[in-house]
Nanobody, 122 residues
Framework: QVQLVESGGGLVQPGESLRLSCAAS????????MGWYRQAPGKQRELVAAIVSGGITNYGNPVKGRFTISRDNAKNTVYLQMDSLKPEDTAVYYC????????????????WGQGTQVTVSS
């Protein structure tokens, strides 16, 4: 089994920064994709940022130029550096990963973290 554990959410004022972390643990053979999604009240879950093997990144339009995704392969951890935060960034942020386990190395599965609240308010 694989678990994703997020940390780093909280309450900040507009213009401030936060860094989210998501660590994958368990019977990991390989991680093909790691990303962050968010869901605000009354809205659909949306992609924030993603990083794939090789370091290629992708960002949702609302966060381009303000957020940076990175990954530490040795620690199976993905980070989301969020700068110049706006009230509209307020949401629950979810870590997502596509992981091949040691028991099923040819059949990757999708895993989600439990979510961490980010609130941007003055």
């Amino acid at each position: 089994q694989v678990q994703l554990v997020e940390s780093g959410g909280g309450l900040v004022q507009p213009g401030e920064s936060l860094r989210l972390s998501c660590a994958a643990s368990g019977s990991i053979f390989s991680i093909n994709f790691m990303g962050w999604y968010r869901q605000a009240p009354g809205k659909q879950r949306e992609l924030v940022a993603a990083i794939v093997s090789g370091g290629i990144t992708n960002y949702g339009n609302p966060v381009k130029g303000r957020f940076t995704i990175s990954r530490d392969n040795a620690k199976n951890t993905v980070y989301l550096q969020m700068d110049s935060l706006k009230p509209e960034d307020t949401a629950v942020y979810y870590c997502n990963a596509v992981v091949a386990s040691t028991t099923r190395p040819l059949s990757p599965a999708v895993y989600w973290g439990q979510g961490t609240q980010v609130t941007v308010s003055s």
